[in-house]
């Protein structure tokens, strides 16, 4: 479930409530806890009250008691080797592995935490990250192949996302398990975008410093990212979405060409050919040619049509032809057909701007983005381009430390953000102008949402 009565919580439901102090914040949880277990059911109904338990926190506790988890239970492991190989292989979730990586791996291969993926049953399906976090992690059996559903491990990110189907955090001795209680963690769950039936979910899992806002910010973005990553099948898939290595990367499809397509904050794209003219494109030959240079092998008419129109019962094959033989006047031999693919190199700006993230410059990919690709365009393959771009960029700033990095995203798409000004607060230097300007964009636009 989306919604329903747990957004009665209020935005901060989801979101571990530590204060200025995590120790004793988690000192009290741990009272309220040993409370419950004593007596599930009334401590239950007076957590809220006592050590200000969450209830999302507190109506977990209670399934879990209601599942006979024991303090003492390991969750158990239900797939290794092989079988476990086999499974995730032929899961749906192994398609955007790669996006997870990128957005939530990274940052848990820098820090001391590690990244879980697991299946709709809770089953972790990837465990990956820090070397040291992942060698404790395996110490309460938090590794590839266990079930971490509630019923199997307690209240838990992973878990919990699932039985609620929202993203939540799970602060210290917020777990049910007292083995447990050493880690903080945030999950989301990940959704089918055609069914809407959960996947499964995306989790960080670390220490202390993963209960702040931007980790459980961390796994919506990713999550998000995934399904729109999911809306295309395999074998329309972009290196955009996920650029493949060196020998054929993104930047190499346009290099040394001098045909070049500028469609970044344009609502009609502007294609430099090869003899030195600009010309500039209706949005339907721009939406065209940004398809015909993710899919480098090409496209046949039916694939064409449904990144356009999505598979509308209305889109007239003789339409998508009409508009091929007008776009071939334009750009001549450029464009050929059966299938249809374009027949020399050719640059352009979103290409740019995933190849800068593709080899983890975030500071030019920012640099070089001045806004969503085609904003106009409702085309299905142009919007899950889009979104995914602006998704990527958002989830690295978040997750950045360099203030320039996240100051030049805050002055341009993300001036409207709260989160991304209060990340710039959080890493510019105490005193610096930087940080008095973030503070007082984050204060605005506080007021502007009415939080």
Not at 54 to 62: C, F, K, M, Y
Not at 259 to 282: F, K, N, P, Q, Y
């Amino acid at each position: 479930m989306r919604a329903g009565r747990w957004e009665l919580m209020g935005g901060n439901g989801w979101l571990a409530q530590v204060g200025d102090d995590p120790r004793q914040r988690a000192r009290e949880i741990a009272h309220a806890h040993s409370a419950f277990v004593a007596a599930p059911g009334r401590a239950l109904a007076t957590a809220g009250a006592g050590a200000g338990v969450r209830e999302v926190v507190a109506q977990s506790w209670q399934r879990s008691s209601d599942a006979r988890v024991a303090q003492d239970a390991e969750a158990p492991v239900t797939l290794t080797d092989a079988a476990l190989l086999a499974y995730r292989a032929a899961h749906p979730l192994s398609r955007v592995i790669g996006v997870l990586r990128q957005i939530v791996g990274s940052a848990a291969e820098d820090g001391d935490n590690v990244m879980a993926v697991s299946d709709a049953a809770g089953r972790l399906l990837w465990v990956e990250g820090n070397r040291a976090a992942r060698a404790r992690a395996a110490r309460i059996n938090f590794v590839e192949g266990a079930l971490w559903d509630e019923a199997h491990a307690g209240t838990n990110a992973p878990g919990t996302a699932l039985a609620l189907d929202h993203e939540v955090q799970i602060f210290a001795t917020e777990h049910f398990r007292q083995t447990v209680q050493a880690w903080t963690c945030a999950a989301a769950p990940i959704h089918d975008p055609a069914t809407g039936r959960i996947l499964g979910v995306v989790d960080l899992t670390g220490g202390d410093t993963v209960a702040n806002p931007y980790s459980l910010a961390l796994v919506r973005v990713a999550a998000r990212a995934c399904e729109e990553a999911l809306w295309l099948p395999p074998r329309t898939e972009a290196p955009l979405r996920l650029p493949p290595e060196a020998d054929g990367s993104v930047a190499a499809l346009g290099a040394g060409s001098a045909i070049r397509l500028e469609a970044l904050d344009r609502c009609e794209g502007t294609l430099r050919l090869a003899d030195g003219r600009t010309v500039r494109l209706t949005r339907r030959h721009s939406e065209l040619l940004i398809m015909l240079t993710l899919h480098q092998d090409g496209l046949t008419g039916d694939q064409l049509s449904d990144l356009l129109h999505g598979g509308l019962a209305t889109a007239s094959p003789t339409t998508l032809r009409v508009e091929l033989t007008r776009l071939r006047r334009t750009v001549g031999d450029l464009l050929s057909s059966r299938p249809y693919r374009l027949t020399a190199p050719v640059q352009a700006d979103y290409l740019d701007t995933a190849a800068a993230l593709h080899r983890g410059d975030l500071a030019a990919a920012v640099a070089g983005y001045p806004g969503p690709l085609l904003p106009s365009s409702e085309a299905p393959g142009v919007v899950s381009q889009r979104r995914w771009l602006d998704t990527q960029l958002r989830a690295s700033v978040l997750a950045d430390g360099d203030p320039r990095t996240i100051r030049a995203w805050a002055e341009g798409s993300g001036f409207n953000d709260l989160q991304v000004w209060e990340r710039l607060a959080a890493v510019a230097a105490h005193g610096s102008p930087q940080r008095g300007v973030a503070l007082a964009r984050a204060r605005e636009l506080r007021e502007e949402y009415g939080l």
